[in-house]
């Protein structure tokens, strides 16, 4: 499932390939949850419109359009968002990888691509082709917000201290838990939160309340850090493709703690635990972590 790293690298690749373009023409594929916005007012409102950004929300992507418009683009789980004609094979999943070895074009578009735009210039148009469908489109009118954003916490990449010292003030749920909750910090996911309270040395199940204000600026600061080393690995390794799981981008090789069960801790050579904390795997150093 795309992250916050992964939709921030696919924001970095494509931004520049899109502001400054006009839609031209907009092809959908038939209505589905998909379409939060029915396909054929995508296809009559966005003709004509310009791209004035590229911005991220937590895991959800805003094209800016003209006179405030914004088009929401969410990848859900399998999501991915591309330029057309990319050509990134190590990146696109093994049956597809055969395809292109075979010279065939059929990922450019294929029953899993539901939304297509091109653009004015005659350039290539941007894919959103999702498999399981469980990616959202959904233009927004100018003023207009969407319940998915309004939720959203503070930009994970934008978190300091004070901001986790004060939401976990009272709180009795795990340290973990609440790194989780989106709306105190939007685009943690599981992954981030183990590696993070593994380089801050907290143990994933201690209570919120019982983390200190120390505690809190260290967490924060390897939040952050963990999240930048990840984007700055998947934006080295993918070039118009994004990875339909994740899993493509070199960050996992650096995993210290997260799916690494029985495997030896790199800091003390402990056995590395996992628990579930409120239906999340957790991984953790019993011996680094307190
Ligand atoms: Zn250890």
Known sequence: MPELPEVEVCRRLLAPKLVGRRIASVRCGPPSYFFLTPPRRLEQSLVGEPVTALERQGKYLLMALGEGRRLLLHLGMTGQLY?????????????????????????????????MLEFEDGGPGLRFRDVRKFGKVRLLAAGESDSRLDKLGRDALSVD?????????????????????????AGVGNIYADEALFLAGIRPTRPARRVTREQCARLAEQVRRVLERSIETGGSSISDYIAPDGNDGQFQNERRVYAREGEACGTCASVIKRIVIATRSSHYCPRCQR
Request: charged share 30%; hydrophobic share 40%.
């Open 83 to 115: 330029i057309a004609g990319a050509r990134s094979p190590r990146l696109i999943r093994r049956v597809e990888r055969e395809r292109l070895a075979q010279g065939s074009a059929a990922v450019e578009s294929d029953p899993h691509t539901h939304l």
């Open 161 to 185: 201290g004070e901001l986790l010292f004060a939401a976990s003030r009272g709180r009795k749920v795990p340290i973990k838990t609440l790194l989780l909750d989106q709306g105190v910090l």
